[in-house]
Protein backbone atom coordinates (compact mmCIF):
# COMPACT_ATOMS: atom_id res chain seq x y z
CA UNK A 1 0.00 0.00 0.00
CA UNK A 2 1.85 3.50 -1.05
CA UNK A 3 1.00 6.81 0.64
CA UNK A 4 -1.63 7.80 -2.13
CA UNK A 5 -3.51 4.41 -0.57
CA UNK A 6 -3.04 5.41 2.96
CA UNK A 7 -4.00 9.21 2.36
CA UNK A 8 -7.40 8.08 0.18
CA UNK A 9 -8.34 4.86 3.43
CA UNK A 10 -8.15 8.04 5.57
CA UNK A 11 -9.83 10.36 3.86
CA UNK A 12 -12.59 7.72 3.64
CA UNK A 13 -12.55 7.35 7.32
CA UNK A 14 -12.41 10.74 7.72
CA UNK A 15 -15.74 11.54 5.51
CA UNK A 16 -17.41 9.20 7.90
CA UNK A 17 -16.47 10.06 10.69
CA UNK A 18 -17.67 13.72 10.02
CA UNK A 19 -20.60 12.31 8.28
CA UNK A 20 -21.43 10.46 11.89
CA UNK A 21 -20.71 13.55 13.72
CA UNK A 22 -23.21 15.84 11.77
CA UNK A 23 -25.78 13.11 12.42
CA UNK A 24 -25.17 12.88 15.91
CA UNK A 25 -25.34 16.67 15.99
CA UNK A 26 -27.90 16.84 14.27
CA UNK A 27 -29.99 13.94 16.94
CA UNK A 28 -28.97 16.19 19.87
CA UNK A 29 -30.10 19.51 17.97
CA UNK A 30 -34.09 17.48 17.75
CA UNK A 31 -33.68 17.04 21.69
CA UNK A 32 -32.29 19.81 22.99
CA UNK A 33 -35.48 21.37 20.52
CA UNK A 34 -37.68 19.12 22.22
CA UNK A 35 -36.68 19.99 25.58
CA UNK A 36 -36.81 23.46 25.32
CA UNK A 37 -40.23 23.24 23.89
CA UNK A 38 -41.23 20.82 26.75
CA UNK A 39 -39.87 23.38 29.24
CA UNK A 40 -41.51 26.07 27.52
CA UNK A 41 -45.13 24.59 27.95
CA UNK A 42 -44.12 23.52 31.69
CA UNK A 43 -43.23 27.22 32.08
CA UNK A 44 -46.82 28.64 30.72
CA UNK A 45 -48.53 25.75 32.49
CA UNK A 46 -47.56 27.01 35.72
CA UNK A 47 -47.72 30.48 35.50
CA UNK A 48 -51.35 29.61 34.55
CA UNK A 49 -51.83 27.62 37.54
CA UNK A 50 -50.27 30.35 40.01
CA UNK A 51 -52.17 33.02 38.21
CA UNK A 52 -55.16 30.96 38.69
CA UNK A 53 -54.48 30.03 42.16
CA UNK A 54 -54.19 33.23 43.34
CA UNK A 55 -57.57 34.65 41.64
CA UNK A 56 -59.16 31.82 43.37
CA UNK A 57 -58.23 33.34 47.15
CA UNK A 58 -61.25 34.73 48.95
CA UNK A 59 -60.80 38.55 48.35
CA UNK A 60 -59.50 38.60 44.43
CA UNK A 61 -61.84 35.64 43.47
CA UNK A 62 -64.84 37.97 44.49
CA UNK A 63 -63.52 40.40 42.53
CA UNK A 64 -62.65 38.34 39.47
CA UNK A 65 -66.57 36.61 39.42
CA UNK A 66 -68.37 40.17 39.63
CA UNK A 67 -65.95 41.66 37.35
CA UNK A 68 -67.09 37.99 34.86
CA UNK A 69 -70.79 38.12 35.39
CA UNK A 70 -71.67 41.21 37.06
CA UNK A 71 -69.32 44.04 36.16
CA UNK A 72 -71.69 46.75 37.00
CA UNK A 73 -71.13 45.97 40.66
CA UNK A 74 -67.58 46.32 40.89
CA UNK A 75 -66.71 49.15 43.08
CA UNK A 76 -63.89 52.10 41.78
CA UNK A 77 -61.24 50.03 44.24
CA UNK A 78 -62.46 46.59 42.48
CA UNK A 79 -62.91 47.79 39.13
CA UNK A 80 -58.67 48.53 39.37
CA UNK A 81 -58.25 44.80 40.88
CA UNK A 82 -60.03 43.80 37.95
CA UNK A 83 -58.51 45.20 35.59
CA UNK A 84 -54.96 44.61 36.81
CA UNK A 85 -56.24 40.72 36.72
CA UNK A 86 -57.80 40.80 33.22
CA UNK A 87 -54.30 42.90 31.85
CA UNK A 88 -52.32 39.56 33.44
CA UNK A 89 -54.63 37.39 31.48
CA UNK A 90 -54.18 39.42 28.28
CA UNK A 91 -50.75 39.53 28.86
CA UNK A 92 -50.41 35.78 29.26
CA UNK A 93 -52.44 35.73 25.76
CA UNK A 94 -50.08 37.74 24.23
CA UNK A 95 -47.08 35.40 25.08
CA UNK A 96 -48.82 32.57 24.29
CA UNK A 97 -49.77 34.53 20.52
CA UNK A 98 -46.60 35.55 19.85
CA UNK A 99 -44.74 32.49 20.82
CA UNK A 100 -46.37 30.39 18.43
CA UNK A 101 -45.98 33.23 15.70
CA UNK A 102 -42.70 32.67 16.76
CA UNK A 103 -42.76 29.00 15.98
CA UNK A 104 -42.34 27.97 19.62
CA UNK A 105 -45.42 27.30 20.81
CA UNK A 106 -46.73 24.20 19.13
CA UNK A 107 -49.84 23.93 17.50
CA UNK A 108 -51.67 22.15 20.20
CA UNK A 109 -51.14 23.77 22.77
CA UNK A 110 -52.24 26.65 20.57
CA UNK A 111 -55.62 25.32 19.68
CA UNK A 112 -56.03 24.83 23.52
CA UNK A 113 -55.11 28.65 24.55
CA UNK A 114 -57.45 29.44 21.51
CA UNK A 115 -60.38 27.56 23.22
CA UNK A 116 -59.29 29.22 26.99
CA UNK A 117 -59.82 32.78 24.90
CA UNK A 118 -63.03 31.89 23.32
CA UNK A 119 -64.22 30.08 26.55
CA UNK A 120 -63.09 32.27 29.81
CA UNK A 121 -61.93 35.24 28.09
CA UNK A 122 -64.69 36.37 25.63
CA UNK A 123 -67.60 35.06 27.27
CA UNK A 124 -68.08 37.79 29.98
CA UNK A 125 -69.06 40.92 29.43
CA UNK A 126 -66.70 42.75 32.16
CA UNK A 127 -63.98 40.84 30.24
CA UNK A 128 -64.79 42.02 26.76
CA UNK A 129 -65.16 45.52 28.77
CA UNK A 130 -62.03 44.96 30.22
CA UNK A 131 -60.59 43.85 26.70
CA UNK A 132 -61.67 47.30 25.48
CA UNK A 133 -59.93 49.21 27.78
CA UNK A 134 -56.79 47.62 27.32
CA UNK A 135 -56.46 47.02 23.69
CA UNK A 136 -53.98 49.82 23.13
CA UNK A 137 -51.72 48.13 25.13
CA UNK A 138 -50.90 45.44 22.63
CA UNK A 139 -49.41 44.62 19.33
CA UNK A 140 -52.10 45.01 16.14
CA UNK A 141 -51.73 41.33 14.98
CA UNK A 142 -52.74 40.44 18.86
CA UNK A 143 -55.36 43.23 19.28
CA UNK A 144 -56.86 41.44 15.26
CA UNK A 145 -56.65 37.92 17.17
CA UNK A 146 -58.60 39.43 20.32
CA UNK A 147 -60.75 40.82 18.34
CA UNK A 148 -62.16 38.51 16.36
CA UNK A 149 -62.32 36.46 19.33
CA UNK A 150 -64.60 38.41 20.69
CA UNK A 151 -66.49 38.75 17.25
CA UNK A 152 -67.43 35.02 17.24
CA UNK A 153 -68.78 34.44 21.05
CA UNK A 154 -71.44 36.27 23.15
CA UNK A 155 -71.36 37.12 26.63
CA UNK A 156 -72.74 34.26 28.60
CA UNK A 157 -74.48 35.13 31.92
CA UNK A 158 -74.05 33.42 35.54
CA UNK A 159 -77.30 31.47 34.89
CA UNK A 160 -76.17 30.21 31.58
CA UNK A 161 -73.07 28.57 33.59
CA UNK A 162 -74.95 27.43 36.44
CA UNK A 163 -77.11 25.73 33.77
CA UNK A 164 -74.01 24.52 31.92
CA UNK A 165 -72.80 22.62 35.25
CA UNK A 166 -75.84 21.54 36.23
CA UNK A 167 -76.36 20.05 32.95
CA UNK A 168 -72.71 18.44 33.30
CA UNK A 169 -73.05 17.01 36.85
CA UNK A 170 -76.06 15.14 35.36
CA UNK A 171 -74.10 13.66 32.09
CA UNK A 172 -73.23 10.28 32.07
CA UNK A 173 -69.15 10.11 32.07
CA UNK A 174 -67.21 9.28 29.06
CA UNK A 175 -65.57 6.01 28.70
Request: proline letters at 2%; glycine letters at 6%.
Amino acid sequence: MNLTDIATVASIISSAALTISLMYVAMQVRQAEKNQRGLMQQGRADRLTMDLMHIAEPQMASVWIRGLHAPETLTGDDLERYLLICRAAFLSGEDSFLQHQAGLFDDAAYRSFVAGVRGQLTGSKGMRAAWQMHTHQFGAEFAAFMNEMLAQTTPQSAGQRLQQWASALEEKPLV
